[in-house]
């Protein structure tokens, strides 16, 4: 006899408020009373450190492909269904802007000149760029690993007639696990990556001394 109770995974409480089993982001049920939603992240007790490295991962895999997703989302409605599809933007929470962006985007790249290992923001910052410059600048990056402001570093200096890229220095530091922890704060609360924090951190410490002495 089926149990009115339970509809395909589905419970219901008394008040017939219907309650979907908590799940974490590959489907799996957790049992928790922490689901994964929209607006939060639940993450297992215990999870071990290579776990965590790899659902970063992940999450950032999901991150950059919406934004491909939706800027091909908005050309199909642009070309399918033109006197409509800014009625369907204006029913959802979609800003249209934002979209354009990404339209913009996806329509300067077709999907068999998107670059897997690198990001959607990659490729938004060689838009502006002739197809053949955008190919240089990509293969360059995916080449030597470089970040986005990395990237957008290197066209400036090209732009500015400074081809000249000054070597790379590499400097190791070692911290320990508090003090780690306390400059990964700073640096996500000045909106910087930990890297990228030290190192102005370091420059404006030096330019201050030079001024003093």
């Not at 050309?75 to 934002?98: F, M, V, W």
């Not at 060689?126 to 955008?134: A, F, I, M, T």
């Not at 240089?136 to 030597?144: D, H, N, Q, T, Y």
């Not at 000054?166 to 911290?175: D, N």
């Amino acid at each position: 006899m089926t149990n009115p109770g339970h509809t395909n995974g589905r419970t219901k409480s008394r008040g017939g408020v219907e309650h979907r089993p908590a799940v974490d982001l590959a489907g799996r049920r957790t049992g928790s009373r922490n689901p994964t939603r929209r607006t939060s992240l639940h993450l297992p007790d215990g999870m071990a450190m290579g776990d965590w490295e790899r659902w970063g991962q992940h999450i950032f895999v999901i991150s950059d492909a919406s934004a491909w997703w939706l800027g091909d989302w908005l050309i199909y409605g642009q070309e399918n269904y033109p006197h409509r599809y800014k009625q369907a933007i204006e029913n959802t929470s979609l800003d249209y802007q934002t979209l354009r962006n990404y339209a913009w985007v996806a329509r300067k790249f077709i999907p068999g000149r998107r670059r897997e290992k690198l990001s959607f923001q990659h490729h938004a910052e060689v838009c502006g760029l002739p197809e053949n410059e955008q190919e240089k600048w990509l293969s360059e990056a995916e080449a030597g690993r470089w970040s986005r402001n990395e990237l957008r570093r290197r066209i400036k200096l090209h732009a500015r007639g400074e081809d000249a890229v000054p070597e790379t220095m590499y400097v190791q530091v070692a911290i320990n696990p508090e003090r780690r922890k306390q400059w990964q704060e700073a640096a996500e609360s000045s909106g910087m990556s930990l890297p990228e924090w030290a190192s102005a951190t370091l420059d404006m410490a030096a330019k201050k001394m030079v001024e003093v002495g």
